[in-house]
């Protein structure tokens, strides 16, 4: 039964300042917080940011080779929904600028969530090679798929890949992470032949 | 004249050892349970897990507290999760500047951080009662204990599961491991013969005690 | 300056946020709020909380209500002091009452592992109830106090132990409320005054020769106490001793007298007594042997 006695529309004013210091009081806890979570952030926010990209240079440099004339530009405004970001990599030999391949940043769905692949692609539109950026696979299951042994199976692969078709085996008790790195690497190629080659040809024809 | 109700002193050293073993929150209490099943799967997981939780209730401990004669009775959970949350924000951001392996492994289980039932209980039933050393103490105890447990349970998975302890390879590589363990099933049965095994030691050492 | 706007704008959202649902929440409590007497409250504060249910009621709170609507009186909470009485009487205005004698809980049976022997090995729940039927326990006699602690559970105040294979009342931390009497099958827990000095730790009606085969410590009915006991206050019932308290002082002559040293101190710790009489002892039984034969006792009276 609602008890009505006290809590009819004529609150009293006492009542009126009651709740508005309750209110207040929960304010203020929160506006502490608040501050508090502001300036860790703006200690940490430049270093995750610097460790992501990071992490990608070196991927980069681990499959397209050490080269010190090597020039990495990122690709503005190409990437479809599965790609996150797109590295053209070239290389400045005698002032001329040679391609050397694309490497493309991009998401899969996997068991664990989302993981992120970084696939390097040769000038031709083959794979050169994939390295993982971030994982939250399970040890010995998932995360077995994401290692070189499983992902080196895909270099100079150029069309669509499927699984269980020759020498690409899914990883026993591990299916839906290597789905999900075939279709991951399907739709770079895929994005590859669609909107990289034309860009490229066209530079070219240029 | 009003007669107060007489309160027992608190002992640190009691407030630790209950922390740890004899109130353990995972074994005995049995609270925080979904965490445990899903974050160990490996022993460094199970690190890292233990000393976020640490962190968060030490802290939310000590400013829940602090605090307590201030928070008005009607706002008590809200502020509590407030003031959870923050620290938990604060532990996640951390990790993902100086630890990220560590926080991609554990993944969304490190913001499942503040709706731990193991913060909040303590928080709620120990924190809001206790003065600050207690409280911080209780904190740390509480901490410990779920990190033990937690370990005990990861140990058991990943050498049974994956043949490995802290990545090393105990059986030799080719060894091939009850991959099963590392599933959510063989988390459940881990975590249950461990609380069965802990109960039947205390019953023994009830027992032995009385007669 | 541009750190400052963004804090305030952080502050902004999620503090505007905070103070609505703070006041929401106010304004919720009180739209919901349960209708409570006020002095239910109040006398609440002044019991123990415990929820023992000695006073004959549920709970602490069972009992305010039960005070507030003259049901009950004020003084049937065993713990209170003659003041928190006199605060409750004033708060429910009930008449004035006063604080009952003060009692505490009295086991009768002193058997522990040292002075009796078992027939059997029990290996089952730790219930006292489970064993009634068994010969009433696994010692030898079968008045003793079975030893797995139903009492000890039934103690909020944490006021009884089982030590030695009998339990023990904690004197100090005992408040008289009677949990553990109903707890016990055998019903070998009674209330005594809590000024009382002496008491018989023994309800056997086995005859004399019988406890003597199988207690070091039981009663056997010599009535050596009930001879030298100055104020006549001892008797021998069924036999066994038993002290009234209103005639017994405290001299502690019973005590001294009392061959088998059944009769005790109770503030714990044996009394120094000569066991006079060599007790005829049976053979302990071996340890686990597998089987188990019980004594056949002639438990009859003449």
Redesign the interface.
């Known amino acids: 039964m609602l008890n009505k006695s006290s809590s009819k529309k004529s609150v009293s004013t006492t009542e009126l300042k009651e709740i508005f210091a309750t209110g207040l009081k929960l304010c203020i806890f929160m506006s502490v917080i608040c501050v508090m979570l502001f300036f860790v952030n703006s200690i940490t926010a430049e270093k995750i940011a610097e460790f992501e990209s990071k992490k990608i240079n070196d991927a980069i440099i681990t499959i397209m080779g050490d080269d010190p004339n090597m020039t990495i530009e990122p690709l503005e405004d190409l990437g479809d929904s599965s790609v996150k970001e797109v590295y053209k990599i070239d290389s400045m030999v005698d002032e001329q600028s040679q391609l050397i391949g694309y490497c493309v940043y991009a998401k899969a769905k996997g068991y664990g969530g989302e993981f992120n692949l970084l696939v390097g692609l040769n000038a031709d539109g083959t794979v050169k090679g994939i390295s993982v950026i971030s994982d939250s696979e399970t040890v010995g299951i998932g995360k077995k798929v994401l290692t070189d042994s499983f992902l080196s199976k895909f270099n100079g692969k150029s069309e669509g890949v499927t699984l269980g078709s020759g020498d690409i085996v899914a990883v026993s008790g591990a299916t839906v992470t290597s789905k999900a790195v075939t279709s991951c690497v399907n739709s770079v190629l895929d994005f590859y032949e669609s909107t990289l080659k034309e860009a490229d040809t066209d530079e070219n024809n240029g | 004249m009003k007669t107060t109700v007489k309160k027992n002193k608190v002992s640190l050293i009691g407030v630790l050892l209950d922390g740890i073993v004899f109130k353990n929150p995972v074994l005995i209490q049995l609270l925080g349970m979904c965490p445990i099943l899903a974050t160990s799967t490996s022993l460094e997981n199970a690190f890292g897990m233990g000393v976020a939780v640490t962190f968060v209730l030490f802290f939310s401990n000590i400013i829940i507290s602090l605090l307590r004669k201030i928070i008005p009775e009607k706002i008590r959970i809200a502020a509590y999760i407030i003031i959870i949350a923050g620290f938990v924000s604060v532990i996640d951001m951390i990790l993902k500047a100086y630890l990220p392996s560590l926080s991609s492994s554990l993944g969304v289980f490190i913001p499942l951080i503040v709706v731990n039932c193991i913060i909040f209980a303590r928080a709620e039933s120990f924190a809001s009662k206790n003065g600050v050393i207690p409280s911080a103490v209780d904190g740390i105890a509480c901490g410990i204990g779920f990190t033990i447990a937690l370990s005990i349970v990861s140990a058991i998975r990943e050498i049974l599961g994956n043949g490995t302890i802290l990545g090393f390879h105990i059986f030799g590589e080719s060894f091939q491991p009850a991959t099963m363990m590392l599933l959510p099933f063989g988390g459940f049965l881990t975590l249950g013969f461990v609380i069965a095994l802990v109960q039947f030691v205390t019953d023994k050492i009830g027992k032995g005690g009385n007669k | 300056m541009d ?1 400052f706007i ?2 305030l704008i ?2 902004g959202i ?10 929401l ?3 919720a ?7 409570q007497d006020e002095r239910a409250e109040k006398i609440i ?2 019991l ?2 415990a929820n023992c249910g000695g006073c004959g009621y549920a709970g602490c709170a069972s009992y305010a209500e039960a005070v507030l609507s003259g049901e009950a009186k004020p003084n049937l909470c065993t713990s209170l ?1 003659q ?2 009485i006199n ?1 409750i009487a004033e708060i429910s205005g009930a008449e004035a009452s006063e604080k009952s004698l003060p009692t505490v809980a009295h086991i009768k049976c002193c058997g522990s ?1 040292e002075c009796t022997s078992n027939k059997y090995n029990y290996g089952g729940i ?1 219930d006292c109830r489970s064993l009634i039927r068994l010969g009433g326990g696994e010692k030898s006699c079968v008045y003793s106090c079975i030893g797995l ?1 139903n009492c000890v559970k039934a103690c909020v105040f944490g006021a009884i ?5 009998v339990a023990a009342v904690d004197t100090k931390r005992c408040k008289g409320c009677g949990s553990c009497v109903a707890a016990c099958p055998k019903s070998l827990i009674e209330l005594i005054p809590a000024t009382a000095r002496f008491s018989v730790y023994c309800s056997s009606k086995d005859k004399g020769k019988a406890v003597n085969a199988i207690c070091d410590n039981g009663c056997i009915a010599c009535g050596i106490c009930v001879k030298n006991c100055p104020n006549s206050a001892i008797t021998l019932k069924n036999n066994c001793a038993v002290i009234d308290y209103s005639l017994c002082d405290g001299c502690g002559i019973c005590a001294e007298k009392c061959p088998k040293g059944t009769i005790r101190s109770t503030k714990g710790g044996k009394k120094a007594v000569k066991s006079s009489a060599p007790a005829v002892k049976t053979e302990k039984p071996a340890s686990s042997t597998g089987t188990f034969s019980f004594d056949v006792k002639n438990t009859d009276k003449d």
């Open positions: 750190l963004n804090i952080i502050i999620f503090g505007g946020l905070a103070l609505i649902f703070g006041c929440l106010v304004i409590s009180r739209f919901f709020a349960v209708k504060a002044l123990p909380g002091s003041e928190e605060a592992n730790d602690g132990s089982v030590k030695n294979g």
